[in-house]
């Protein structure tokens, strides 16, 4: 089944439903910065909660931007998302290699850290972006999330988020988000979770190729879902150039970029996101440090 995300509404109007799936995404993820296992899990979630945000986004031209800073190994993950979604990012221990948890599986909230934060930027037009901040609660990342929305966005939802992976990748990947309205019934939400504890993990969901509309009314306990739309537009893809390069070496400032010039005679940059190289000549170095005289 081809990555997309659906939404739907249940019991009459009164639960939003998100679900998505995100097989090929991760798995291009995992591919562009050659991801252990475990990094994957955790990066492949962080990937999938952005994509379900980033789909809300109205224009073009919104921006969102997710750090995870947790107290584990695996360092800070990045991702950065626009309208569609396209996405890129990164993990500052890509390599981290862990033993399993006691239920023998990935250990992502050890690997993320049980404590640290969650920040979240949405620049969306206004004059000043939105940011919000709350701590981590497990390391697992959904349940982070879930804390977060009732924390920064005081919206109470249940969120799911799964990455299955064998020898040869990403076996499966996605999650759900479920939001009830503000008319929703104690019964209703208590069917709800009771319907989401009897369907077991989204990734087991999705690895027995489970549609997303089966999926979404096995986790609501709805068979009467009204669906309201479909996205197959998701892309993990970096947006990187030499020109951006070339400002980044040019807000470095002129000392520095002459001292690059003097002594290394040329500069080579990596894009952090994919990995893609950039090579500067003598004279390219130069033409960037006039501007930069310019500019200043």
Known sequence: MKDQIKKFLAYQGKIAVTCIQTTELVEEARKTHDLSPV???????????????????KSETDKLTIQIKGTGPLGMMVVTAKARPTL??????????????????????AAVGREGYINVIKDIGLKDPYIGICPIVSGE????????FAK????NTAVALGVLVDAKGVKSAGGYIITPMP????????????AIFKAGAISKMLDQNL???EIAKKVTGDDNLTPLDTNTNLTYQCDCSKEYMAQGLASIGKQELQ????????AE???????KQYHFTKQELSQIGCLNKVDK
Request: proline content about 2%; aromatic content about 6%.
């Open 39 to 57: 990094a994957t899990a955790a990066f492949g979630r962080l990937l999938t909660i952005a994509a379900m945000m980033a789909n809300d986004m």
């Open 88 to 109: 890129k990012g990164y993990v500052a221990n890509p390599q981290l290699d862990l033993p399993l948890n006691d239920m023998g599986k990935l250990d992502v909230g």
């Open 141 to 148: 990342i959904a349940e982070d999330f879930a804390e977060y």
């Open 152 to 155: 920064s966005e005081q919206k």
């Open 183 to 194: 008319d929703a019934t104690n019964d209703e939400i208590t069917q709800i979770e009771q």
């Open 211 to 213: 549609s997303l509309l």
């Open 259 to 266: 001292t690059i010039i003097e002594e290394d005679g040329e």
């Open 269 to 275: 940059l990596t894009c952090q996101f994919c990995h």
